[in-house]
């Protein structure tokens, strides 16, 4: 086949795909508030959540960044998204992995002082997309009450998007969410020996 044949063939293959996706868009008219979860034993899942908020930092959103869980070290996001405090706000509310700090009852405490920063968020139509990072790990521990997560979800500002990372999404949150990524691990270089590095893991 010559190469203005493949090209002609391409042409009228990519023209037939164009009216298709047209006519599917036609149909997308409304803009709500999304719930979106990132769940799955994969890597990426507070990264691809930190990708949502830079982007809409870029476009001038306001947003907020509560994480649980989290914080023995200060990591690139924060320290790149603590530079634009007028549109930002990020609060590591968490002591650690529940590995490290070993102590159930602190653990319940951090999440609870999490979950009313979270709370202040939720509330306020300032906001714009708001991410609640390893939220899902404190509802898989029982440190939150899962209703209570649910109804303020709900109760949000109807154009609030929000965004909850951590393996182990309980099947409810799933079920309320308009959008639910699954991070699948494939390879991963800790396996190899390789330490978390700057830039990459945190």
Known sequence: MS??????????????????????MAGKTRSKGLLIVHTGKG?????????????????GMKTGVVQ??????????KLLLDRFPEV???KVMGEGFTWDTQDRARD????????????EMLGNPAYDLV???????C???????????????????????VIITGRGAPEPLIEA??????????????RAGVKAQPGIEF
């Open 139 to 161: 509802l898989r521990y029982d440190y939150l009450p899962l209703g209570e997560v649910l109804a303020a979800l709900a109760a949000r500002p109807a154009d609030m998007h």
């Open 43 to 59: 890597k990426d899942k507070t990264t691809a959540a930190m990708g949502m908020v830079m982007r809409a930092v870029g476009r």
């Open 108 to 119: 319940i405490a951090a999440a609870g002082a999490g979950w009313k920063a979270a709370l």
């Open 177 to 190: 969410a308009d959008l639910v990524s699954e991070m699948t691990l494939i390879k991963h270089p800790f």
């Open 3 to 24: 190469d203005a044949e493949q090209n002609r063939r391409h042409a009228e293959k990519m023209a037939k795909i164009k009216a298709a996706r047209d006519k599917m």
């Open 131 to 137: 991410l609640l990072d390893e939220l899902n790990i």
């Open 88 to 90: 930002c706000t990020f």
């Open 68 to 77: 649980f869980i989290k914080g023995a070290q200060d990591t690139g996001e």
